[in-house]
T-cell receptor
Framework: EPEVTQTPSHQVTQMGQEVILRCVPI?????FYWYRQILGQKVEFLVS????????KSEIFDDQFSVERPDGSNFTLKIRSTKLEDSAMYFC??????????????FGEGSWLTVV | DAKTTQPTSMDCAEGRAANLPCNHS???????VYWYRQIHSQGPQYIIH???NNETNEMASLIITEDRKSSTLILPHATLRDTAVYYC?????????????FGKGTLLTVNP
């Protein structure tokens, strides 16, 4: 089965530092997402990305966050000046064409970020 | 997207069928019902989806009522590895909203 892969699986960072979370979406997928899940809470949408630009973003996705597709395979989430409340599991997801009902959004296994 | 209502938790005996209900009484005609699950903080895993007909795949069956206001996910022979949080999500496929909005889901515990 195709996989979305994420690195690192776990990162510990000092408050105020910048973090880059990396994702390799499924190879023929064109639409990408980042979600986060604070421990014990719901999975929350952050941002979606298509054709090298943000398609939609939530209120959580403020100027502290940015996304990039630096090459043909990676999709990154950058968090600047991390805060304690950024500690969460971050999930990357992708889909080939979200307009087709038969297509599935696939999620990676997540990157667990701990800000200390 | 239409709001869904699911029980907070359910138990099921290993080997028995697990029937997880979902209420989506405000669903509109162009919204699909999707089911995902999350096993202990792993990434959400797609299970099945449907519009108005019942669906079956290797993982589960999805029964959607005729008025589409509710659905049931059926795991025919639950195993311990099926213990997870199950999310029922309705999503417009056509249009500009291409994201999944997760609720709190149902924690299914499969007991030996």
């Amino acid at each position: 089965e195709p996989e979305v892969t994420q690195t690192p699986s776990h990162q510990v960072t000092q408050m105020g530092q910048e973090v880059i979370l990396r994702c390799v979406p499924i190879s023929n997928h064109l639409y990408f997402y980042w979600y986060r899940q604070i421990l014990g809470q719901k999975v929350e949408f952050l941002v979606s990305f298509y054709n090298n630009e943000i398609s939609e973003k939530s209120e959580i996705f403020d100027d502290q966050f940015s996304v990039e597709r630096p090459d043909g395979s990676n999709f990154t989430l950058k968090i600047r000046s991390t805060k304690l409340e950024d500690s969460a599991m971050y999930f990357c997801a992708s889909i080939s064409d979200p307009r087709e009902p038969g297509n599935t959004i696939y999620f990676g296994e997540g990157s667990w970020l701990t800000v200390v | 997207d239409a709001k869904t209502t699911q029980p907070t938790s359910m138990d099921c005996a290993e080997g028995r069928a697990a029937n997880l209900p979902c209420n989506h009484s405000t669903i509109s005609g162009n919204e699909y019902v999707y089911w995902y699950r999350q096993i202990h903080s792993q990434g959400p895993q797609y299970i099945i989806h449907g519009l108005k007909n019942n669906e079956t795949n290797e993982m589960a069956s999805l029964i959607i009522t005729e008025d589409r206001k509710s659905s049931t996910l059926i795991l025919p022979h639950a195993t311990l590895r099926d213990t997870a949080v199950y999310y029922c999500i309705v999503r417009v496929v056509w249009g500009s909203n291409y994201k999944l909005t997760f609720g709190k889901g149902t924690l299914l515990t499969v007991n030996p």
